[in-house]
């Protein structure tokens, strides 16, 4: 199965991308799993005023995020929670391209903040979010409050009590994931 993190957050001094390379080298650790991270600090997406499907003119950057959308069997949005939301990268995102690159794939919600709440208020949004896509919603999710205190910047976890809840969350992610590719192969065959 292959497996696309998108990393939202685009400013300078980040701390939501360890957890992005924490899930990364987690998943690529993992039997028949592919991983891939999206940056979108790297893929510098304008704002678009037309959905990728209808663009006369797409740029380099966003066939190769098309690519990387449309290679994935399921997705992580992982997103640091801005007054009280998720990163408008994300949001860029997702509204630029049409919701054929999302429509039934499962995709789990990690939400990162500096402070104890972990991101929930935009955790919430999330949901709708992906409902609105046509994806499944993983119901775990992976709120990530006082990241600093947990991941260094390299990715690796500096609190072992959290690593309970990451295997949770890969857990219920690659079961829901590897239900809806089986279903999805199944659809193929007949």
Do not use: C
């Amino acid at each position: 199965m292959k497996v696309l993190i998108i990393s939202s957050s685009t400013r300078k001094g980040r701390t939501s991308h360890r957890v992005a390379v924490h899930l990364n080298n987690r998943f690529n650790n993992t039997d028949g799993i592919e991983a891939r991270i999206l940056d979108l600090a790297e893929h510098k997406l304008p704002m678009f005023e037309e959905v990728y499907v209808r663009d006369e003119n797409p740029t380099d950057t966003a066939k190769e995020v098309a690519k990387m959308l449309n290679w994935a069997d399921a997705m992580v949005f992982l997103t640091p929670e801005y007054n009280g939301t998720y990163a408008p990268a994300l949001k860029n995102l997702v509204d630029y391209y049409n919701k054929t690159e999302f429509i039934k794939k499962a995709i789990g919600i990690v939400t990162i903040s500096t402070g104890a709440l972990a991101g929930m208020r935009s955790a919430v949004q999330l949901q709708n979010l992906i409902a609105a896509l046509f994806g499944y919603v993983v119901p775990y999710m992976l709120p990530v409050g006082n990241v600093t205190d947990k991941f260094e910047e390299d990715g690796t976890l500096k609190l072992p009590l959290f690593e309970n809840s990451i295997n949770n969350f890969v857990a219920e992610f690659l079961w829901l994931a590897d239900a809806v590719v089986a279903k999805k192969e199944l659809a193929a065959v007949v």
